[in-house]
């Protein structure tokens, strides 16, 4: 079974351009997340889905910020205007309901490289 | 609420010897789950090894093993004959019922030829 998979790998853009990562999460995995890693602040939870609804978006940086999930199969993190402090790496991880036996492991996609220029 | 903490910003092994990582936490839930994430300098986040609360047993992976002391909120990770693609960035994270992860700051693990 493919993993998480995240586009594009690496994104270089100059500062107030629109900006979407997108992330394909694991079949049959009813959560995804959203994180943002610099070397100042580590890794930050932006956002999570449950069953395609958000849950807690209270890590999202400010207004420029929007996540989506149309469906089970596919979201994206966008950033309008994009500001050079926006320059981290983006991963997209998914998960399934956790309950006896579950350990609601996360699974990680491989990373979108930003940086904003 | 929950808070995970790793005090070693950075680490250094040599080859073949054994080291251990410090990992303390905090959570109010009952039923959580702890877990040990690699990251090596290729980025990718690698699951190590995950540990339930309510099992006082130790986890073991292969050369990866955990002393988890509950009362002390203490989740530490021990690797033996450190291995150089070992190194690599290590995260302890803290996960309950929402499936939300918290994850601490990391620890720089390096393996000394």
């Known amino acids: 079974d493919a993993g998480v998979i995240q586009s594009p790998r690496h994104e270089v853009t100059e500062m107030g351009q629109e900006v979407t990562l997108r992330c394909k999460p694991i079949?049959?995995?009813?959560?995804l997340f959203w994180y943002r890693q610099t070397m100042m602040r580590g890794l930050e939870l932006l956002i999570y889905?449950?069953?395609?609804?958000?849950?807690?978006d209270s890590g999202m940086p400010e207004d420029r910020f929007s996540a989506k999930m149309p469906n089970a199969s596919f979201s994206t993190l966008k950033i309008q205007p994009s500001e050079p402090r926006d320059s981290a790496v983006y991963f997209c991880?998914?998960?399934?309901?956790?309950?006896?036996?579950?350990?609601?492991?996360?699974?990680f996609g491989p990373g979108t490289r930003l940086t904003v220029l | 609420a929950q808070t995970v903490t790793q005090s070693q910003p950075e680490m250094s092994v040599q080859e073949a010897e054994t080291v251990t990582l410090s990992c303390t936490y905090d959570?109010?839930?009952?039923?959580?789950?702890l877990f040990w994430y690699k990251q090596p300098p290729s980025r990718q986040m690698i699951l190590v090894i995950r540990?339930?609360?309510?099992?006082?047993q130790n986890a073991t992976e292969n050369r990866f093993s955990v002393n988890f002391q509950k009362a002390a909120k203490s989740f530490s990770l021990k690797i033996s004959d450190s291995q150089l693609g070992d190194t690599a960035m290590y995260f302890c994270?803290?996960?309950?019922?929402?499936?939300?992860?918290?994850f601490g700051t990391g620890t720089l693990l390096a393996v000394q030829p």
């Open positions: 959570t109010s839930e009952n039923n959580y789950y």
């Open positions: 889905f449950n069953n395609n609804v958000p849950i807690d």
């Open positions: 994270a803290c996960g309950g019922a929402t499936n939300k992860l918290i």
């Open positions: 991880a998914s998960s399934r309901t956790s309950g006896i036996g579950s350990y609601n492991e996360q699974f």
């Open positions: 079949s049959g995995h009813d959560y």
């Open positions: 540990q339930e609360a309510y099992k006082q």
